[in-house]
């Protein structure tokens, strides 16, 4: 059902995946898994942040957070949604919302992504300025822009990241 929500909202068919996200999240709530829970977590989500479904995105990041129980890799099996994306889109719909909060959920997300690996680290930091600076509630002063400088250079230099894809020139 994830790739479904996902097939929906890449072709643009957001309220089919609002719908299927419901549909998708109440199952894996179901089933009681908490891997499987914040593993899966990422499409619903997603669709419902696309759809700005605010307050399915701040309950459903609040539930990752609190399954993780301060694990970052916990549920990090399929794109990587962890407890550091979970904070993310908490910080995502406090603020859409307007409820207060929601630079800690960035910076604590943030900061877990970085003690996780270079890509996790890499990936947090595009989510947080891509979102953020467009809707107006983060700046794009010197410090963000050395953090993704930061973030690019960590990629860069890590052995992993470079073996898979190399620098051109």
Not at 34 to 57: F, H, I, Q, R
Not at 140 to 149: A, G, N, P, Q
Request: aromatic share 10%; with cysteine.
């Amino acid at each position: 059902m994830a790739g479904l929500v996902m097939d929906h909202a890449f072709r643009d068919r957001m309220r089919e995946a609002s719908q299927l996200a419901s549909e998708a999240m109440a199952l894996l709530e179901s089933l009681g898994d908490p891997t499987l829970t914040v593993g899966l977590a990422y499409p619903g989500t997603y669709a419902k942040g696309e759809c700005a479904e605010w307050s399915d995105v701040l309950r459903w990041s609040q539930a990752v957070i609190d399954l993780a129980d301060g694990d970052p890799s916990k549920g990090n099996f399929m794109i990587g949604f962890s407890v550091s994306d979970g904070l993310h889109f908490a910080g995502y719909g406090r603020y859409c919302l307007g409820r207060p909060w929601w630079q800690g959920d960035l910076r604590q997300g943030l900061a877990m992504a970085r003690s996780v690996d270079p890509m996790s680290y890499a990936t947090a930091v595009s989510w947080v300025y891509f979102c953020g600076i467009p809707f107006g509630v983060l700046g794009s002063d010197d410090s963000t822009v050395r953090e993704i400088e930061d973030a690019l250079q960590d990629c860069r230099n890590d052995p992993v990241m470079t073996s898979r894809w190399p620098s051109p020139g």
